[in-house]
C-alpha cells in the first residue's frame, strides 16, 4: 500500500457474463480491466470517460457493492474485496456515495429526517431522539437545506435540493471517502454550480477524499486534484489536474478534450473528431484499445497493449507506444 | 427572408385544478437559414415552445393562442391535414433521444423512405434511393447495410445520424432540434454537431437549436434567446450574449458554467457563481419578475412590476428593470 494512501486499488478487474454465443457458452464483457489507482486522504481523483468505459462499475466495485473477479481494494489498512459481508457492513460507514438520480436514490416513503437518520441507525452512531435529531439538523445545516425539511418527503424537493439530502445522508457516518457517481449531471446549469461548490467546501472544510465519477471534463477540472481518463476498461492517462488538462499526452484525452464545445463564440479553432463508435468491451481490440479510433495509430499498436508508465515526473503516467509523445503539444 | 414570425405565444395546460400556463406571451423571428438557439433550463418552457411549433402538444389538454406565422400562413390556424403535409417537409424536428423517437419495428432504410414517400410523389425505389443519399450524406458507414438494420443495431451517434438524415431528407426549410447531443458522449458529440454544421451550410435549412449548452450556442447559433418561467428575458446575437449579457439571469448563467482550462487560469481555485434558490415551477408564477426571487439586483419594482423587453441596442433586447446596472457589475 503506497504511503498516505487512503484507497489503494491494484489490478482491479470485473469482467461480466455477457450475452451466449452459439454453443460455445457466453462471451465475457471486460467492464473494468486491471485497473490501479490510489487517493490520498483529502484529495479528489476524478474518473473520466465517455459511457461504457467502466468508469461507473470501478466505482461500485471499489464501494464492495459488487465483488472483483480479479485484483485488490484496500482501504486504510483493510481490504475490502473478500471481507465477510458483516466485516464489510461495519467499514461502510467510512466510504459512503452520492448517485445520479436522487430521486431513485432515495427512498418515497420515508421523511428525511428518516433518510438522514438511516446511517446514525445502522452504525449505531447516535441514539435517543434528541441525539439523532441534533446530528440531523447538523447535517441539514452543513448542506444548507431549512431545518423544516426534515418532516417533509423527498418528492416535495427540487433536484437540486434531493441532492443535497443524498449529501448529508452520505456524510452521516462521517466517512473519509465519498464516491459521487455523476453526481450533479442531471442537474440544471444554475443548480449544478450549486452542488459543485457545496462539495468542494465540504470536502476542504472535512477533508474527506472524492472519487468523483464524471463524464463533464469542465466540472471534473474545475473540483478535483487528479484525473484518471478511461477508455474501454482500462486507465489510458493518470495524474494532476494541470498536467492532464492544459497538456494532455494520450491521444485520447487530447481528443476527448478538444471535444468539449467551450462557451466562447468563435474560441475553438483545433478540434480532434475521432471518427466512429467506442469498440464493444465483450470484444475490446487487440493491442492498444484505442487504435481503431486513434489518428496517430502505428502498426505496434495493433498487437502490443501499452502500459502505464510515468511520462516526464511521477505526476503523470500515460499508457501509449508514442513515447516522446511531444512534450510541447 | 422571414420564415417563421411568432407573436406573442402562450400556452397552457388544463389540469384537474385549472389552467397552467407554461408560456406567457413569447414572440421572436427566424430569418430563413440563419440558426437560433433558445437556451433554458428546466422548465422554462423551451421544449414546449419548439413543440408547439408543429403543433404536437396534445391539443384538448392545451390552450396556445397567439400567432405562428411560417411563411406568412398561421400554423395555429391550419388544419390537421395541412399540417400533415407541414411537418416532416417543411419543417422538421430531432428529439433529443433518439432510442425513442425511432420506430423500433422498422427498419432504418424504411422509415427514412417513408418520409420521402409520404411528402413526394416518387416511386418506392426512387424513395429508398433519396434514403440511401442521405445516410451517405450524414457520415454513416456502410449505408447499404445500415438501410436494411433495425435502430437498436445501431449505437446512440449512428441513431442520431439516422434522425438527422430523417429530419433533413425532404431538405426542410426549418429544422427544430431539441436537446440533439444532450444523450451523446463528448467525442460522439463533436461528430455531430460538425455534420449540423456542414448540412446547414449544404442545404440552407434555417434551425432552432433548443439547449442548455452555452458551449453548443456558442459553436452553432447566431442568435441566442434566453428563457427563463416562460418567458424570454434576452435575445441578442451570439456575440454579444457572451460579450455583453445584460439579464441577471443570463449572467448567472454564464458564471456558473465551469470552462475547461480553468485550473490553469487565473481563476483557479475559485468557486462557480452561483445563482442561489431554484427555479419556480409553473404555479408558483405570481406578479412581478419571476426570476427576482433568485436576482441580487432586485428591487421593490421587481416584485410588482412585470419586466417588459426594451431593446437596449442594435438587435439586443432584455427584460429587466435593472439591466443597466446588471450589465455594468
Given at each position: 500500500m503506497k504511503q498516505g494512501a487512503l484507497l489503494d486499488v491494484i489490478s482491479l478487474k470485473k469482467h461480466f457474463q455477457g450475452p451466449r454465443k452459439g454453443f460455445g457458452g457466453r462471451a465475457v464483457v471486460r467492464a473494468v480491466d486491471d485497473v490501479s489507482f490510489s487517493i490520498a486522504r483529502g484529495e479528489t481523483l476524478s474518473i473520466v470517460g465517455e459511457s461504457g468505459c467502466g468508469k461507473s462499475t470501478l466505482g461500485r466495485t471499489v464501494l464492495g457493492l459488487m465483488a472483483p473477479t480479479e485484483g485488490a481494494v484496500w482501504f486504510d489498512g483493510w481490504r475490502l474485496d473478500g471481507l465477510a459481508r458483516q466485516q464489510l457492513r461495519k467499514i461502510r460507514r467510512h466510504f459512503q456515495v452520492v448517485f445520479q438520480d436522487p430521486m431513485s436514490s432515495l427512498s418515497p416513503r420515508m421523511r428525511v429526517k428518516d433518510i438522514i437518520a438511516e446511517p446514525?441507525?445502522?452504525?449505531g452512531l447516535a441514539s435517543g431522539k434528541g441525539n439523532i435529531e441534533g446530528r440531523v439538523a447538523e447535517l441539514l445545516d452543513m448542506v444548507s437545506l431549512p431545518r423544516d425539511a426534515m418532516g417533509r418527503f423527498a418528492h416535495e424537493f427540487s433536484g437540486g435540493q434531493r441532492q443535497r439530502i443524498s449529501i448529508a445522508r452520505a456524510l452521516a457516518s462521517n466517512p473519509s471517502l465519498i464516491v459521487c457517481d455523476e453526481a450533479v449531471s442531471a442537474l440544471d446549469v444554475s443548480v449544478k454550480a450549486q452542488i459543485v461548490n457545496l462539495l468542494s467546501s465540504l470536502q476542504k472544510k472535512l477533508n474527506m477524499s472524492l472519487l468523483f465519477i464524471s463524464h463533464d471534463l469542465a466540472i471534473v477540472e474545475h473540483l478535483t486534484h487528479r484525473v484518471a481518463v478511461m477508455y474501454l476498461g482500462v486507465i489510458v492517462e493518470i495524474g494532476d489536474r494541470e498536467l492532464i488538462f492544459s497538456r494532455p499526452k494520450h491521444p485520447y484525452t487530447r481528443a476527448l478534450i478538444s471535444s468539449v464545445p467551450v462557451a466562447t463564440p468563435g474560441g475553438k479553432s483545433n478540434r480532434i473528431v475521432l471518427t466512429g463508435d467506442v469498440p464493444s468491451p465483450i470484444n475490446p481490440p487487440a493491442g492498444c484499445r484505442f487504435h481503431t479510433r486513434c489518428p496517430v495509430v502505428f502498426d505496434r499498436c495493433k498487437v502490443e497493449e501499452p502500459k502505464l508508465r510515468s511520462v516526464g515526473s511521477d505526476r503523470r503516467m500515460v499508457a501509449c507506444h508514442l513515447e516522446g509523445v511531444s512534450e510541447n503539444q | 427572408m422571414l420564415l417563421l414570425d411568432v407573436r406573442d405565444l402562450r400556452i397552457s395546460f388544463a389540469t384537474s385544478r385549472g389552467l397552467l400556463p407554461a408560456v406567457h406571451g413569447i414572440s421572436f423571428q427566424v430569418m430563413a437559414g440563419e440558426t437560433v438557439a433558445i437556451v433554458g433550463e428546466s422548465g422554462s418552457g423551451k421544449s414546449i415552445t419548439a413543440l408547439s411549433l408543429l403543433r404536437l402538444l396534445k391539443e384538448p389538454d392545451t390552450r396556445i393562442v397567439g400567432e405562428i406565422l411560417f411563411k406568412g400562413n398561421d400554423l395555429l390556424q391550419a388544419s390537421q391535414t395541412r399540417m400533415r403535409a407541414v411537418r416532416g417537409d417543411e419543417i422538421s424536428m430531432i428529439f433529443q433521444e433518439?432510442?425513442?423517437?425511432?420506430?423500433?419495428?422498422?427498419?432504418?432504410?424504411?422509415?427514412?423512405?417513408?418520409?420521402?414517400?409520404?411528402?413526394k410523389t416518387v416511386s418506392r425505389a426512387e424513395a429508398r434511393a433519396q434514403a440511401l443519399r442521405m445516410l451517405v450524406q450524414v457520415g454513416i458507414p456502410a449505408p447499404e447495410q445500415r438501410m436494411k438494420e433495425y435502430p437498436h443495431q445501431l449505437s446512440g451517434g449512428m441513431r442520431q445520424r439516422v434522425m438527422t438524415a430523417m429530419a433533413l431528407v425532404c431538405e426542410p426549410a426549418l429544422l427544430i432540434a431539441d436537446e440533439p447531443t444532450t444523450a451523446l458522449d463528448v467525442t460522439v458529440q463533436a461528430q455531430i454537431l460538425d455534420l449540423m454544421r456542414e448540412l446547414k451550410a449544404r442545404l440552407g435549412s434555417a434551425i432552432i437549436l433548443i439547449t442548455h449548452d452555452m458551449g453548443v450556442v456558442a459553436e452553432l447559433a447566431q442568435r441566442v434567446m434566453i428563457m427563463y418561467a416562460g418567458r424570454k428575458v434576452e435575445e441578442a446575437s451570439v456575440a454579444d450574449i457572451f460579450a455583453r449579457p445584460s439579464h441577471p439571469y443570463t449572467i448567472?448563467?454564464?458564471?456558473?458554467?465551469?470552462?475547461?482550462?480553468?485550473?490553469?487560469?487565473?481563476?483557479?481555485?475559485?468557486?462557480?457563481?452561483?445563482?442561489?434558490?431554484?427555479?419556480?415551477?409553473?404555479?408558483?408564477?405570481?406578479?412581478?419578475?419571476?426570476?427576482?426571487?433568485?436576482?441580487?439586483?432586485?428591487?421593490?419594482?421587481?416584485?410588482?412590476?412585470?419586466?417588459?423587453?426594451?431593446?437596449?441596442?442594435?438587435?439586443?433586447?432584455?427584460?429587466?428593470?435593472h439591466s443597466r446596472e446588471a450589465l455594468a457589475a
Open positions: 446514525l441507525h445502522n452504525f | 433518439p432510442m425513442s423517437s425511432l420506430n423500433p419495428v422498422l427498419t432504418v432504410g424504411d422509415q427514412i423512405a417513408e418520409s420521402v414517400s409520404l411528402h448567472g448563467l454564464l458564471g456558473a458554467i465551469p470552462r475547461l482550462g480553468s485550473s490553469s487560469g487565473p481563476d483557479a481555485g475559485k468557486p462557480l457563481t452561483e445563482i442561489p434558490g431554484v427555479v419556480p415551477s409553473l404555479r408558483e408564477a405570481g406578479k412581478g419578475c419571476a426570476f427576482a426571487p433568485r436576482c441580487t439586483f432586485a428591487s421593490s419594482i421587481c416584485f410588482e412590476v412585470t419586466p417588459l423587453l426594451k431593446v437596449i441596442d442594435a438587435d439586443h433586447t432584455v427584460a429587466c428593470h
